[in-house]
């Protein structure tokens, strides 16, 4: 089993916890995560793009001139998508692009990262996230090693106040979020991940092969 420092908010050491090596320990696989990490993104999307087909766009369907003996171009109606203001063809129309993936990809994805990140040096263990009030000076002045330390934080924690939300949410590159709500997307876009110790190890409960 691999060990890990629990620390303070200020950097200094407290204790060391083991991590499971059946978590923690497994190779990188870029493929796991590519694939969880476009399929979060593909959620994401909302899908509501929409053009106008030429029976949608305003105009009248009469034929504009005779078929023959004009010297013109044979045309139908003005709203052909040939003329301007006419409709778009092929054009996008609003569509879902959610799609799943099996939770055996999205758990070895998420079991990949953690253990990147650990021999990587870029998971940190937290003894407690407490803070008094919901100020963003007040989370700076408790947390502001950690922040300063590096370009993105995620913290992450079995639940989160609503205190520490408001605190931290003006601060750019820094994200608190609840276990439930973690993904691999966020685990694989932040520099930094910080967890409390209940948070890690109930994640690793969960991920558990």
């Known amino acids: 089993m691999a060990n890990i420092a629990v620390i303070n ?30 399929c979060y993104a593909a959620n994401q999307r909302l899908g509501t793009h929409s053009t106008k087909r030429r029976d949608e766009v305003s105009g009248s369907g009469k034929k504009l001139w005779k078929q023959k003996h004009t010297g013109r171009a044979r045309m139908g109606e003005i709203r052909s998508p040939l003329w301007y203001h006419g409709g778009i063809a092929f054009g996008p129309k609003p569509r ?18 953690l253990a990147e990140r650990v021999r990587r040096g870029l998971l940190t263990v937290i003894d407690g996230f407490a803070l008094e009030g919901n100020k963003t000076k007040a989370f700076l002045a408790k947390f502001g090693p950690i922040v300063e330390a590096h370009k993105t934080v ?13 605190a931290s949410r003006n601060i750019p590159g820094v994200k608190v ?32 092969p």
């Open 9 to 38: 908010p200020s950097l200094e050491t407290q204790r060391e916890i083991q991590l499971p090596e059946e978590i923690f320990g497994v190779p990188y696989r870029q493929d796991l995560i590519h694939e969880a990490v476009r």
């Open 96 to 113: 879902d692009y959610s799609y799943a993936v099996p939770k055996k990809v999205r758990r070895g994805a998420m079991r990949s990262l």
């Open 154 to 166: 995620l913290f992450v924690d079995e639940k989160v106040p609503s205190a520490l939300v408001l």
């Open 177 to 208: 979020t609840g276990l439930s709500e973690i993904n691999v997307y966020d685990m694989a876009r932040y520099e930094m991940v910080v967890f409390t110790e209940p948070a890690l190890l109930r994640l690793a409960e969960v991920l558990k």
